[in-house]
C-alpha cells in the first residue's frame, strides 16, 4: 500500500495496552511468547509484571548465555535454572553477570548437572537479595571439602541476602554434614520448605564413632538426625513442606520428627522409604493431622492399615500417592473416599487394586465423598470394565486427569463409558491397553453386520456413517440424583448402546494411545480432532498411515509434542504434507520409523522452527550433514536422538 494515510489510521486503531494485557491473560505462557512478537504494543503488554512473575529461564553455561543474562537485566523478575557450570573461568565469569544483571531480582535459582567451586557461589548469593528459593541439588563439589561457609565473613553475607529464603533443596547430596548444614541453615532462618531427598542421613549409629550419631556433638562427616530435628524445632513456625524420600529414615526417626512440639507439616514426601511401616503412618498421622499431600510411594512394607489410618486421621488431605505400594489392596480404599478434601489419588503399579472398594467408597449418599480430579490407576491389571463403567459414572463431574496406562483387560466398553461419562477430561492415557479398537474410539459397538469389511483388507471400516457428526454426539445420560452401585445389569445393558466417540472429550490437552496396536486410520482420522490438543502419542500403531498424521496436523493446530515411534509406514509423504500444519511442535519422536529420511528432516527445519526435542533414532537413511543442517538451522534443538549419538544439549532454550 503506497497511501501514507493508510498507516496513520492504523496507528489510532491501537487497542489500549491495558486491553492487550487483558487479552494476553488468556493465553498459554507459550502462545503469549508468540503473541509478544507480534508488534512492539504487544511485546510491551507481554512484559506486564503478571506475566513475568513465574517466566523460568532454563539453559547450558555457555560463552553466549552470558550475551543472555545481560539481556535479562531489564526484567522485573526471573528464575534461573543453569546447568553445566564448571570450576572453570567461563563459568566463573557467568555467575558473576548473573549476580551484576539480575542479582537483586532472581527468585530462583537451580544449579542442576554442575560442579563449581564454593567461591563463585559465594560471589554470587550475596547479590541474590529477593531469593525466594535456592536449589543445590546434587552440587557435591560444593560439601566435599566440608569448609562452605566456615568464615564468619561469608555467613554474615549470605544471610543478610538470604534471610527471606523459603525454599531450599538440598537433594542427593553425598557430602552433606551437620556443620554445613547448619552453617547454610543458619542463613535461611524462615524456611518453608526443605528437601533432604536422597541425602545420607544418619538416623541411629555413626558408624565412625560406635555411639548415637550427633549425641555429642555436631559430625563434620554425617548429617544426623539430632542436628534435623535441632532445625525443625527451630524453624516450626515457618516450615510446611518436607521431602525426606530415598532415605533410609526408619521408623523410631519418623516418630522423632513428627513429633517436633509445633510442627504443622502440609506436605511430607516420603517416596522410596522402604523401612516405613504401617505403624508409622499411624504414628505420623497421629501427629500431623492438617497434611494436605502426603507421598509415601515405592515404600513397599506398607499395607492397608496405613490406608486406613490415613482416611481416619487426614481430614484436610487432597493429594495422596500410593503408587509401587505393592501390598496395598483393596482394603481401606473405600474409607479413603470418604476424605471429601481428597482431589488427587496415585494407585499406580498397586497390582492387587481391581477398583471395586473405590466405587463401594464413593456410593451411596450419607456422607460427602471424595470429589477426584486426578485418579492414576497405571499398570493396576485388575482393572475391568466393570470397575471402569462404575467409576465413569461417579466421578462424571470432577475427573479431569485418569490413566490406564498398561490395564491390559479394559475394553471398549470402558472407553465408551470415560467418552459418555467423563466429558470433562482433559489428560486420558490409556497407553498398552491392547483390546481397545476402533470401534470403541467411535462409540460404536461392534457387530458383524455393520463390518462392510468387502475390499478384504484388515480392519473395520466405517465410510457408512463418515460425515454424518449427529451419530457422534453424546446421548445424554442423566446423572442419577443418589449414585448407587452399578450392577452386572447395567454393565450388559450399556455394552448395547452405542455411546459417544471420542470425538466428545473436546477439552483434551493429553491423549496417550501408545501401543493400543488394534488401532487404524478409522478411528484416528474420525476422532482425534482436538483444537487444544498438545500432547498426543500414537507410538507402536503398526496400522496407522500417513492417513492419520495428515487428519492429526490439519485437525489438532495446538500440539506441542507428538510421538509416532515404531510406527513403520509413516513416510516422508506424511510428513510432508502434515508439517506446514505443525508450526508449535517442540518434541518430535519418530525413531525405528523405517520410512522416514532425510527429505523429512528438510520438511522439519522449513516448518517447524520452535523443535526443541526430535527423535530419530534408528531411522534409515539420515545422513550426519542433514543432522548438522538441522542444528545450524533450528534455534531452540535441544536434544537429537540420532542413531546412538545420545542426547546433545546443544542449544538454549526459553
Ligand atoms: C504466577 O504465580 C502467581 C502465584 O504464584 C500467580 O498468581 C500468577 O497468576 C502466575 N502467573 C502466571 C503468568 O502464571
Ligand atoms: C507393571 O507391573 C509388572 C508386574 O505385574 C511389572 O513387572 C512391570 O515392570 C510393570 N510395568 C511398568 C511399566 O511399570
Ligand atoms: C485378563 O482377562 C483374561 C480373561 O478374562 C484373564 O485370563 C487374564 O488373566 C486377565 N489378565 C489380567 C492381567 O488380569
Ligand atoms: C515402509 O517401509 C516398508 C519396509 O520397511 C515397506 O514395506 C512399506 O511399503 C513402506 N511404506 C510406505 C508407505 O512407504
Ligand atoms: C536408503 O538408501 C538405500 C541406498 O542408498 C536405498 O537402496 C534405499 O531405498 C533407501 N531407503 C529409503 C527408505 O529411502
Redesign the pocket.
Known sequence: MEDSDGEDSVETLELPLEIIVYILTFLHTSDRKEASLVCRSWYHASQDLRFQRNVTYSFPASAWSLELVRGLGRKSRCSLIISQLDGFSMSRSLLLEVGLCVGSKLESLALPGSSITEASLLALLPRLTSLRKLDLRGLDSLFMSGAFLSREEHRQQVSSALSGLEELDLSDLRYLSDLTFNRLTGCTPRLKRLSLAGCHIAFEFDPYRGCPVGAVEDSSALLSLRNLRKLLTEQKSTLVALDLSRTSITPESLRTIVQVQGLVLEELCLHGCKELTDYSVEVLVKHQPCLQRLDISACTELTARAVVAIAQGLKSLTHLSLSRDWRITEKGLADLMSVSSLRSLDLSECLHVSGAEIVKGLTGSNTAKARLETLNLKNCTYIRDAAVFSLTKLLGNTLRELDLTLCVNVTDVSVRAITTYLQGLVVLRLGWCKEVTDWGLLGMVETTKCEPDERGDKGPRFTRTFGNMGFFKPPRLPFEDRPKLVTQDDLEQFKQQAGASLLALNRLQELDLTACCKLTDSSIVQVVRYPDLQRLSLSMLPEITDASLLSIAWHCRSLTSLALSHCPQISDHGVAQAAPYLHRLQHLYLSCC??I?DRSLLLLVQHCKRLRTLDISKC??ISVTTVDLLQSQLPFLENVHYKYIGGMDLTLTL
Open positions: 523405517n520410512n529420511t534409515k537413511n
